[in-house]
């Protein structure tokens, strides 16, 4: 009888465990998302209030009139996503493999910009990107932007400012993947008579292939629904969806407008996540991850 | 050239791109340093005018910055408790137990982390408005809660996926009962988990912005006040906020370096000590 009980006890015991944390995350993070979609497919208008009548031309508004920011959004997070993964490989490489006792500290100072704000590093770009600042001086000196040329409000500032941002998120992940790398593995292919390019091919980028992809998509997810860099670093020509959907909810108050376009943001995500897993042959995001 | 002539270049011109590379990260932040000693003119922060070390000595001289601040570090303390203790809790049962629905659980509680900030925090303020419920400090928190539990039961899961489940048999062997054991067995071992992750989920609910701005109503946090003074020019106050900031970080880490080099030398002097002075002891 005891015995039956406390096998009970420890059967409930898990979902005890769960129940609070996934009460607050299907309130608050589920249920949002639900009625998000139900908002999407609203008619009315900001004075007069929003009702329910299916209205899917939402979605097809949505489309028309922002495939702009959406297509620039990708742009702007892919090519982010590309300059960190250029600038962050050699980067990882050279802690996981060359660093010797300056590895932690190396990795200290990967992390250590990340103890001031987020926007106070972004509005310091901002001034050091200023059009009277002195590296667009230096820059016009030398003649890599024109004479009336600048670099703040263009395209270049904001990407190189999601670059900057999210460098980290790319670093730790690709430095966590080459670290575990047996370096065994790699002396066997070049006693084997592999060439260092070769080996680098065939051994050390297939097993550093998690790293990549948990890196790239750890860059790319917070990259694409951005809106700081282009609020701060660009002008309405650089704006991304995130700062159509910030407007549409906080200024404009058109709420199926916003619903609308933030769940396609989420769709074109998911179908990014899956297209990039595909390619890279991971099995499962969760694996990527955890990795 | 000889292949190790060519493997020292290859090594060299790693480190120098890899300095390159830190340098980057860190030219925002020695312009947010140098600048909160700029004796500006007038209320732009723009361009150098000399040393001073008057904005040190008033670090709260704007009231709006300093209430914004203390919002922030009382948002980031509640919410931070909450969601430490819910992710926790939750940790422990997708590691420890094996019930139904684990994986679609471990599926549903990794979606936020993939879910951009935006779409978060527009869902959420969607709902607050259907539930005519009004934005303001307690959204906030409950916002940042729900995005922090994920963190929090990720960074815990890896530490309990690398523990030694015997020990925790062994003491409910001993007779002890599942809290005894919770207590003085689980909780100290994953005590280092549950730090770093409090720690996360501190740094990201101090410096969100994006889900805050959807869910702040009235309220003002720091980042929100640096995004609202972004426009007509950010005072130097919170350059020295910010950089006073960094610099206790890097007290604090140096301090817990000392620290670790002074145990490691008193445990190298234990072990050497016993075969010199302890010696006679045993004999």
Redesign the interface.
């Known amino acids: 009888m005891l015995r039956l009980t406390l096998k009970r006890?420890?059967?409930l015991?898990?979902?005890l465990?769960?129940g609070?944390?996934?009460l607050?995350?299907i309130i608050?993070?589920?249920?949002?998302?639900l009625?998000?979609s139900y908002?999407s497919l609203e008619s009315g208008d900001a004075e007069l209030g929003y009702a329910f009548d299916w209205n899917f031309s939402t979605y097809s508004d949505a489309i028309s009139n922002y495939h702009e920011q959406f297509v620039r959004s990708l742009e702007y997070a892919g090519a982010a996503t590309v300059i960190d993964l250029i600038?962050?490989f050699?980067?990882a490489?050279?802690?996981a493999f060359?660093a010797g006792r300056f590895r932690n500290f190396?990795l200290?100072?990967?992390v250590?910009?990340?103890?001031?704000?987020?926007?106070?590093?972004?509005?310091?770009?901002?001034?050091?990107l200023?059009d009277?600042g002195w590296v667009v001086e230096r820059l016009r000196d030398v003649g890599l932007v024109s004479h009336d040329g600048r670099l703040l409000a263009t395209s270049t500032a904001v990407i190189a400012g999601i670059a900057?941002n999210f460098?980290?998120f790319m670093a730790l992940p690709l430095y966590v993947s080459l670290e575990k790398i047996d370096g065994r593995l790699i002396e066997a292919a070049t006693d084997l008579y592999a060439s260092?390019a070769t080996a680098f091919r065939k051994v050390t980028l297939p097993l550093a292939l998690p790293g990549i992809f948990a890196g790239s998509?750890l860059t790319f997810?917070?990259a694409?629904?951005?809106?700081?860099n282009a609020?701060?670093l660009g002008t309405p020509n650089q704006y991304m969806?995130?700062n159509v959907?910030?407007s549409k909810?906080?200024n404009i108050l058109d709420?199926p407008a916003?619903?609308s376009l933030?769940?396609m943001?989420?769709g074109v995500?998911?179908i990014a996540?899956a297209v990039y897993a595909r390619l890279l042959g991971t099995r499962s995001?969760?694996e990527a991850?955890a990795a | 050239m000889s292949?190790h002539a060519r493997d020292r270049v290859?090594?060299w011109l790693?480190?120098v791109?890899?300095t390159l590379?830190?340098l980057?990260?860190?030219?925002?932040?020695f312009?947010?340093v140098l600048?909160s000693f700029n004796d500006n003119q007038g209320k732009f922060n723009?361009?150098w005018h000399g040393f001073t070390l008057r904005h040190w000595q008033h670090p709260f001289a704007n009231p709006d910055l300093g209430t914004a601040l203390k919002n922030s570090l009382l948002i980031a303390g509640i919410s931070t408790v909450i969601a430490t203790a819910?992710?926790t809790?939750?940790a422990?049962?997708?590691v420890?137990?094996g019930?139904r629905g684990r994986g679609a659980?471990?599926?549903?509680?990794?979606?936020?982390?993939?879910?951009?900030?935006?779409?978060?925090g527009?869902?959420?303020?969607?709902?607050f408005?259907?539930l005519n419920v009004n934005t303001g400090f307690a959204t906030i928190v409950?916002?940042h809660?729900?995005f922090n539990?994920?963190y929090v039961?990720?960074t815990v899961k890896a530490r309990l996926e690398g523990m030694d489940q015997h020990i925790e048999e062994a003491a409910m062997d001993l007779g002890a009962g599942?809290w005894t054991t919770f207590f003085k067995v689980t909780l100290p071992m994953i005590a280092p988990g549950v730090a770093s992750a409090a720690l996360l989920a501190a740094?990201l609910s101090?410096?969100d912005?994006?889900i805050t701005?959807?869910n702040a109503g009235q309220t003002i946090t720091?980042?929100l006040f640096?995004?609202g003074a972004?426009r007509q020019g950010?005072p130097p106050e919170?350059?020295v906020l910010?950089?006073g900031?960094?610099f206790v970080?890097?007290i604090l880490?140096a301090l817990n370096v000392a620290v670790q080099r002074a145990r490691g030398r008193r445990e190298a002097a234990a072990s050497v000590l016993p075969a010199t002075v302890g010696a006679p002891a045993n004999a």
Request: net charge positive.
């Open positions: 006890r420890r059967q015991l898990p979902y465990f769960l609070p944390g996934l607050w995350l608050f993070f589920l249920i949002p998302l009625n998000q908002v600038i962050a050699p980067l490489y050279f802690i060359k190396m200290l100072l990967i250590l910009p990340f103890f001031t704000s987020y926007l106070v590093r972004t509005v310091s770009w901002q001034l050091i200023s009277n900057y460098l980290p260092r998509l997810i917070p694409v629904g951005d809106f700081i609020a701060l969806i995130g959907i910030q909810f906080l709420y916003a619903a933030s769940f943001l989420m995500i998911l996540i995001l969760t991850a | 292949s290859r090594t790693l480190g791109w890899s590379a830190l980057y990260l860190f030219i925002p932040i312009i947010v600048f723009f361009t819910l992710g809790f939750m422990l049962a997708l420890r137990y019930f659980t471990d599926m549903f509680v990794f979606l936020p982390l993939a879910t951009p900030e935006v779409v978060l527009a869902a959420l303020l969607a709902m408005l259907t409950i916002a809660v729900m539990i994920s039961v990720v599942v740094a101090v410096d912005y994006v701005s959807f720091f980042p640096i995004f972004a950010v919170v350059n910010a950089s900031l960094l970080v890097l880490l």
